[in-house]
């Protein structure tokens, strides 16, 4: 009997007929593989020689003095390689592909880090990389697909549906249905049918595996929380199975966009926002309308704006185990502008939700206290949209001048 990946009733593998016995041959290769005490090894190995592993958990000492609560900790991901949690899911991917003995990879990618993060591994790999996301995604994120198509990955522009993240992953699926045989889809986070909610969670766990261990050595005691952002899922599962079986609350930081009552957000646990249904291939929450029709979502943080969350999170919601809320893109920035001036970090927009729900808390624990951020990326890559949250008058004088030498460049070569 295959074990179809429930979690309270959330999860399990909608697939068409035709896929049915790839994901056999997926989960089969997946169980095999973690029963080899060798791959995990390979796997650790390969994380640190190449991604920089372990990554390191620092004390937030500015911060935590500011708040006057709970110590503030928080754990790297923005070190990785490719500059967040992205890495370890999709390095993870490609030795399972190498054991599979497939050379060639798709993958979706909304804002462009997923992408990144695959084309980086299959160039590393010596595999063929097609890469599918929302033509709007395209426009919005040039940067990222620019540095995709310079790692070697096919990157094809979706127009179908409302051109983003979802149509790109309805896509990918579609590819990987007429090539079944040389392909693998590398999905980006821990959604989708199973096994990849599992097997994404697997390859994440070393970011809490990571924190548990260090967080004793450095604070001498586990935390009470421990904060992470969630878009489908995969940082947030990652540092949380570090911590399940321990007396450790955890605390899922949704994207509340302009806020829950504008209904221009992607808060799908939070306050009641989603409804359970079947899409993607799996049952979860998502965001609907009474139709069963996908809403248009929205973040400041293009990697938080997905209309559907990990089958594991919402039973660890339904269980009590974990708490989720929604934090808005003002407060986003706000969060971010505090992290920088007072800690000389930079996190990337979607960290910062994390960041945001733990300052709202931190006051009402105890100085003696300890909570832990997951840090899941770097910021750098939201140079465009927090100069324009920032309103920087440098950047906009940097942009037009840009603009005005390639329209003079074009002048001169179309009157040439
Ligand atoms: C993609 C991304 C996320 C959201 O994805 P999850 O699967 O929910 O972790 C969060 N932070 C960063 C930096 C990302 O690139």
């Known amino acids: 009997m295959r074990n179809r990946g429930y979690y309270s009733g959330f999860g399990g593998a909608y697939v068409p007929e035709i896929l049915v016995a790839t994901f056999d041959e997926l989960e089969d290769a997946f169980e095999d593989a973690k029963s080899d005490p060798s791959f995990r090894k390979s796997y650790e190995q390969l994380m640190a020689s190449c991604c920089g592993r372990a990554t390191p958990l620092t004390l937030a ?29 999709v390095m993870g991917q490609g030795l399972l592909v190498k054991r599979m003995g497939k050379t060639r990879v798709v993958a979706e990618t909304g804002a462009g880090q997923h992408g990144v993060a695959t084309a980086t591994m299959a160039a590393r790999m010596g595999l063929e990389c097609t ?19 310079r790692l070697g990955a096919t990157v094809v522009s979706v127009r179908d549906g409302s051109r983003t993240l979802k149509d790109a992953i309805n896509e990918a699926f579609r590819d990987w249905m007429a090539h079944p045989d040389t392909t693998h889809y590398v999905l980006g986070t821990a959604c989708g049918p199973h096994p990849f909610p599992e097997m994404v969670t697997y390859f994440q766990s070393i970011i809490g595996q990571e924190a548990r261990r260090q967080v004793l050595n450095q604070a001498g ?32 930081a949704e ?9 221009r957000h992607a808060s799908r646990l ?28 929205h973040s400041v943080a293009a990697g938080l704006d997905y209309i559907g969350v990990s089958p594991i999170l919402a039973h660890l919601q339904r269980s009590g185990r974990a708490r989720f809320e929604a934090v808005t ?88």
């Open 329 to 416: 893109d003002s407060e986003v920035v706000d969060a971010m502008a505090l992290t920088m001036r007072c800690e000389g970090l930079v996190p990337a927009l979607e960290s910062a939700h994390g960041f945001a729900q733990a300052f709202k808390e931190v006051r009402g624990l105890a100085k003696e206290d300890v909570v832990i951020v997951n840090q899941s990326g770097r910021g750098d890559k939201d140079i465009f949209t927090v100069a324009e949250a920032f309103e920087d008058p440098g950047w906009r004088a940097f942009i037009r001048h840009k603009a005005e030498q390639y329209g003079a460049r074009e002048l001169h070569q179309g009157t040439a």
């Open 131 to 149: 890469i599918y996301m929302g033509e709007v995604d395209v426009i919005r994120q040039r940067p990222n697909v620019f540095w995709m198509e």
């Open 221 to 252: 005691k586990l935390p009470k929380r421990v904060y992470a952002c969630v878009g489908g899922g995969s940082n947030a599962m990652g540092i949380f199975s570090g911590f399940l079986d321990d007396d450790v609350e955890l605390v899922g």
């Open 255 to 263: 994207a509340g966009g302009r806020g829950l009552g504008s209904g």
């Open 61 to 89: 000492e500015n911060l935590s003095e500011r708040f006057g609560g709970a110590r503030i900790y928080i754990k790297r991901e923005d070190l990785n390689h490719t500059g967040s949690h992205k890495a370890n899911n």
């Open 270 to 297: 939070a306050g009641g926002q989603g409804s359970i249904g079947i899409a993607q291939g799996y049952r979860s929450y998502f965001l609907q309308d009474g139709d069963g029709q996908m809403r248009e979502t």
